[in-house]
């Protein structure tokens, strides 16, 4: 029987409320026999309400890494500056970059692919920002993402 080439749900985990129309979901889903945790900004609008391309996937060993780059932070930012916490290799030439980052004066997470090819240089667009605020829930819902993917989950 063939596999599905989609990606399936297969449990949400929780959201975090950006803003009045946007929230961040952490959920786990299924690709091709492979499970995976997905965070994910979802906007609610009169034209459009679902997902936006804002997010990231993760397998369980880059999971494991963002899980303890997350732990190693203090509850509160000490101080106004960004820091780079952890570069999880993803495949050939892309990481995921694990940093504290300031925008609009305000400190949050930043989980974004670092791309190094032959044409480009930079950021990719694959990566999404949760405030600081919401690293405690955040945590705890990575740790709950890591339990579906090793299969201990009830």
């Not at 290799?89 to 504290?100: C, D, N, S, W």
């Not at 930043?110 to 690293?135: A, F, H």
């Amino acid at each position: 029987m063939p596999q599905s080439q989609e990606f399936k749900p297969l449990k949400d985990i929780g959201s975090i409320a950006v803003s009045d129309v946007t929230q961040i979901r952490f959920y786990v889903d299924e690709y091709r026999g492979h499970r995976y945790g997905s965070i994910r900004s979802f906007i609610k609008g009169d034209h459009y309400s679902g997902p936006t391309k804002a997010g990231i996937t993760l397998n369980a060993a880059a999971l494991e890494g963002v899980i303890q780059a997350l732990s190693s932070l203090p509850a509160e930012p000490q101080a106004l500056a960004e820091k780079e916490l952890a570069r999880i290799p993803r495949r050939m030439g892309i990481e995921l970059v694990v940093r504290v980052t300031i925008f609009k004066d305000a400190t949050g997470v930043d989980l974004r692919e670092w791309v190094e090819d032959q044409s480009y240089k930079g950021w990719s667009k694959k990566g999404v920002r949760i405030p600081y605020g919401n690293l405690p829930k955040t945590i705890e819902f990575l740790k709950e993402m890591r339990k579906i993917l090793a299969g201990r989950a009830q």
